[in-house]
């Protein structure tokens, strides 16, 4: 050993890379296409977040399948139409209007009222309601009754609903209410919706419209005397109501003169 060369390590060599305009090349690109996928997979997770969020926070929505009216006819014309209070323009016409941009606005304390009155027994089969939390926030309701009777005097509740963010028409559960041949026909004079809570806290409310239903009576009518054909020629009724289902509205209606 060499005096003053005690504490010196030996260190391996290490071959001198040549760097050709290949080699640069290839490195630049595959770090090109490492950052454009590491970018792809950062707007794919801010996509899907996006998509939670609009999940989350959407309002609900009438989800059912879109409403068949084949064989029935709205009522509404056929009653006198009532609200606890309104403001201005805002009234009962608002309220029947095809137009859903109005509404009808209350303008005094809860619970708001709506009465619809018939001349006369009506048997209801649908009743649907419009309502529209993005436009009209904590007017919007969160609970409803509804009521039915001959009179003011024995209204009795067949249905409550309760709302978190509604948006679009929305069918009142007439189930069980005991009218027609199912128990599912709501047999009335009077009508009456029962506005208890909106959202928020809010005071007045927002209804953009209401919709009554009940069976077209040419077509009731039709099938009740297809019912009698059957029997005579001892035809079973589900076939015959398939049949009158597909018949035009002039088929076995009462003769009118001209």
Known sequence: MQPGRANQSTRPSIAPVELTPETVSVEHSQEEEAGEEEMEDVVD???EEEDDDDDDDSPETDRMEPFDT????????????????AKPGCGVEALRSEDMSLFWQSDGPQPHRLNIHFIRMVSITNIRIYLDFVLDESYTPTRITFLA??????????AELAFEQPKGWIDVDLTGVGGGRDGN?????LVQMKILENHQNGKDTHVRGLRIYAREEGARRRKT??????????????????????????????????
Do not use: C, K, Y
């Open 45 to 47: 997770d801010q996509e």
């Open 70 to 85: 084949t064989g029935l006819r709205e009522i509404g014309n056929l009653a006198s139409w009532t609200v606890s209070t």
């Open 149 to 158: 009777g001959t009179s003011h005097h024995d209204l009795i509740a067949f």
């Open 185 to 189: 026909t709501l047999r009335a004079h």
């Open 225 to 258: 005397q297809a019912a009698g054909v059957g029997e005579e020629m001892g035809i079973g009724g589900g076939f015959l109501d398939e049949v009158v289902d597909g018949l035009d509205d002039g088929w076995m209606a009462e003769p009118v003169l001209r």
